[in-house]
């Protein structure tokens, strides 16, 4: 050992997530670029993707609609076709040549909508049929809401869409279960009006998304699926009275299905991306659940240390600080000064503004560190 080495941080040493052997915990959450034209990935993001992975690193890739009822914004990737398929092969394939493990989150926006994105210009679909309230950004149509009978088609989306993440090389898929689509639209009682078995009470709420899960499960593999929640956040007015027991609830009912982990945004994001201070805290769920949990919601280096360092969770997502540093585990490492994210640019369809063009670390020195 030399003088010059330093203990590992926390958020710096190895993890093994059920096949997937980690070397770090620094995981890459899932971050919505709208630079897919016509929903189809783009070559771009090969670039993208690849400049973000590092060996034994995990990344999750941008919410990806699981059919054509599935999209709510321009120019997010979908999974559904075979032409999408082969798009995603490339980008894949670039990242694992890198040794990052790769998922893909697999969405449907439900009711955030606009019937321009919709099929021969349909109602969105929800839970409901209250509509959303129209935003400066956005406009949305009104919903319909699904029928029991068409529930379990939806429910088959995903699992298709499970495959064919699978079969683009993909090592899983997250569904997202949070933020206020439509997974969440099932499970938040400020959403779901329904009185038939997919409302009421909490266990009827959370059935579609546990039937999506099983689907998922089932298709692919529990060992290589994992789920983000976000029981405490009320975006696009999806908030629920008891987030507490919600949260709760959905830990223990995904361990009878063994999926390979939980992934949790942390009560402090409710509205916006700036944090607040609330009482309330994942502890509950972390304890309850058997799989793998990793936390999401305004860390920062310090921040994800102490989790991991208290066994809080297993592993820390991030999100804005890793759009603007490609390098973030490496910077971690160092303790170098992090490049400034620019929110202007997080949504705009340029291909490399904002997108590609954040500078790494430019120390030699440091460039074969194994810290």
Known sequence: MGATTVDPIPLLTPYKMGN??????????PLTRMKSYNNVPQPHAILYYSQRASKGGLLIAEATGVSDTAQGYPNTPGVWTKEQVEAWKPIVDAVHAKGSVFFLQIWHVGRVSNSIYQPNGQAPISSTDKSLTSNDVQKFTAPRRLR????????????LAARNAIDAGFDGVEIHGAHGYLLDQFMKDKVNDRTDEYGGSLENRCRFALQVVEA?????????????????????????????????????????YNILYCHMVEPRLVHTFDPVETPHSLEPMRKAF?????????????DGNNAIAENRADLVVYGRWFISNPDLPKRFAFDAPLNKYNRETFYIPDPVVGYTDYPFLNDETHVESKA
Request: glycine share 10%.
């Open 290 to 302: 058997n799989g793998t949990f990793m936390v999401a919601g305004g860390y920062n280096r310090q």
């Open 148 to 159: 029991r009978d068409e529930i379990p088609n939806i429910v088959n989306d995903f699992r």
């Open 20 to 29: 997937f052997n980690l070397s770090h915990r620094v995981v890459m959450a």
């Open 216 to 256: 998922v499960a089932n298709e692919i593999g529990a060992d290589k699926v994992g789920i983000r929640l976000s029981p405490f956040a009320e975006y696009a007015e999806s908030g629920d009275s008891n987030p507490n027991a919600l949260g709760l609830y959905m830990a223990n009912a995904l361990n009878k």
